[in-house]
């Protein structure tokens, strides 16, 4: 019995850590962007070290501020934004949180 519930605390504490991860796998972020190195888009190190708060990229995934790490191939990663526009302010901000705990 106790080893159910500890299990179910910690089954609840991952999934909750893991939002902003779940997010990026499930929307394919992944696939263009690798947690250190550079490939089709800039590593997540690379972007968290461009942006000083969640606030910031919450802006730029909502389209409201300017690209600023690679602008000149920002029109690959416009046809991405499109794909999450249907999140939720709390689901951005996971997401922006996810990417900005590689710093
Ligand atoms: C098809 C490849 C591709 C996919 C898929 C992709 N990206 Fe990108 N991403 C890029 C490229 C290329 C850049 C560089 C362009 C730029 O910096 O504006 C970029 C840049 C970024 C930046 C930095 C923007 C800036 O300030 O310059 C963020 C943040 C980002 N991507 C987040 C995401 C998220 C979140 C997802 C998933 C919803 C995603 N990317 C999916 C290719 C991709």
């Not at 179910?8 to 991952?14: D, S, W």
């Not at 263009?32 to 190195?37: G, R, T």
Request: hydrophobic content about 50%.
């Amino acid at each position: 019995m106790k080893k159910l519930i500890l299990t179910g605390l910690l089954v609840a504490g991952v999934s909750f850590a893991a939002d902003g991860r779940a997010i990026f796998q499930s929307k394919g972020c992944a696939s263009c962007h690798q947690v250190a190195v550079d490939t089709v888009g800039p590593s997540l190190k690379k972007i968290a070290q461009a942006y000083g708060s969640v606030d910031e990229l919450v802006k730029y995934l909502k389209r409201q501020a300017q690209p600023k790490v690679w602008p000149e191939k920002a029109a690959i990663m416009s046809a991405q934004l499109a794909m999450i526009k249907n999140l939720s302010d709390a689901e951005l901000k996971a997401l922006a949180e996810f990417i900005l705990s590689h710093k």
